[in-house]
């Protein structure tokens, strides 16, 4: 145990104690974050895709100052925080390429990974070019991946993180809906085509939340947090299609990182 863990432990024993001499009610000693090393994994949900300020340094993989994991930091001085989520990133990025910073000492973690898996681009590249029924199809085939394939995959995350932080509490993150159903949007796909997208974000979200708790895990979903702010609402927290920038289409704007993530991370973390 960290020093400062065990000092700030006596600390909220001594705390606990006084507040009951006062008469000042039971007390609840809330996580100290300073003694926290955070780290953050995951795809373009993650990294912050949509929210805009990418850090520099970052590269192709956008890492934005809006995003959640950027804010939670900044509002709770960690003592360490490496942001290694990447735009783009499947399952297999994830075990590759961001877990350098996790190790025995590494206290949180938080993930967003699967949707690329299941080939989230191409879903909504066919839904937005082509037909209602290849549309359709092409959702049944990404529901088809997250029952047969993507469980094994997210296995192969979870085992890597638990093998190298076996102490941590991981925080796995779901997708939001994308369309508020009877909305707003008077052009674009149509109620079925939304309607299955949809759904097939909550087929995801299910099987993300099977396997993070069959490893031991926090799953959070943030459809609640988005519901009223999804495309075709009056104030959407997700951009739709961006033709001046297609990458960030169907991603959460920085309202929806502040207004969306951060708080269901904040509650899980």
């Known amino acids: 145990m960290k020093l400062s863990r065990v000092l700030t432990y006596s600390s909220a024993l001594l705390i606990g ?3 009951a001499l006062t008469g000042a009610g039971p007390a609840q000693a809330a996580p100290t974050a300073a003694a926290v090393d955070y780290v953050a994994l995951g795809d373009s949900y993650s990294s912050g895709v949509g929210a805009g300020n990418y850090e520099s340094s970052s590269g192709s993989c956008k890492r934005s100052t809006r995003a959640y ?4 930091a900044n509002a709770n001085a960690p003592s360490s925080f490496a942001f290694t989520a990447c735009s783009g990133a499947v399952t297999s990025d994830v075990t590759a390429g961001q877990l350098g910073p996790v190790n025995a000492g590494t206290d949180l973690v938080s993930l967003t990974v699967g ?4 080939g989230f681009a191409d879903v909504m590249t066919t839904c937005v070019l ?3 029924s290849a549309c359709v199809n092409r959702v049944n085939q990404a529901k088809a991946y997250v029952d047969n394939t993507l469980p094994g995959r997210l296995d192969s995350v979870y085992r890597a993180i638990r093998a190298k932080a076996p102490s941590a509490r991981v925080v796995v993150i779901g997708y ?3 369309y508020q159903l009877g909305g707003g949007c008077l052009a674009g796909l149509s109620e079925t085509e939304r309607a299955a997208i949809n759904g097939a974000s909550d087929h995801l979200n299910t ?3 099977k396997r993070a708790a069959d ?6 979903g943030v459809v609640s947090a988005f519901t009223g702010h999804e495309i075709c609402s009056p104030a ?4 739709s299609v961006n033709w001046l920038n297609i990458g960030e289409s169907y991603h959460p704007t920085a309202a929806g990182q502040s207004g969306g993530y951060l708080p269901v991370f904040r509650a899980a973390a």
Do not use: M
Request: aromatic share 16%; proline share 10%; net charge neutral.
């Open 176 to 178: 939001p809906r994308f």
């Open 207 to 209: 099987a993300i939340a």
């Open 17 to 19: 104690a006084v507040l």
């Open 130 to 132: 082509q037909s209602e």
């Open 115 to 118: 949707g690329n898996d299941a």
């Open 215 to 220: 490893h031991g895990y926090a799953f959070t």
């Open 236 to 239: 959407p927290w997700l951009h």
């Open 69 to 72: 994991p950027r804010l939670w």
